[in-house]
């Protein structure tokens, strides 16, 4: 399959950038959003949530980048270390 990411993901932590990575990646083996989904997620990103909801509570600073040369804003700060609970398939 062809695989295609925003250039906006530059702007994003690195482990942002490598959890929509290995996300996508994973949609290559297993169809849609389920278990056995987010268990190959979760065997290369074990932090996903986190980083997922990072991507979804930064998601309005990574789109107002266009046209920016510089990192508008976007906050390299670590995802909380609290669970996030079970993953909602609106982000990311």
């Not at 990411?5 to 996508?24: G, I, K, M, N, Q």
């Not at 909380?80 to 909602?88: I, N, Q, Y």
Request: overall charge negative; charged content about 25%; cysteine-free.
């Amino acid at each position: 399959g062809r695989l295609s990411f925003s250039w906006r993901l530059v702007l994003a932590p690195p482990e942002a950038l490598e959890t929509v990575v290995v996300h996508e990646l994973a949609h290559l083996r297993v169809f849609g959003h389920g278990h056995k989904f987010w268990d190959l997620v979760a065997g290369r990103r074990p932090d996903h949530r986190a980083w997922r909801r990072w991507l979804h509570d930064h998601s309005t600073e990574l789109h107002s980048a266009v046209g920016r040369g510089d990192r508008a804003g976007v906050v390299s700060a670590e995802p909380e270390a609290a669970r996030l609970g079970e993953p909602d398939e609106a982000i990311a």
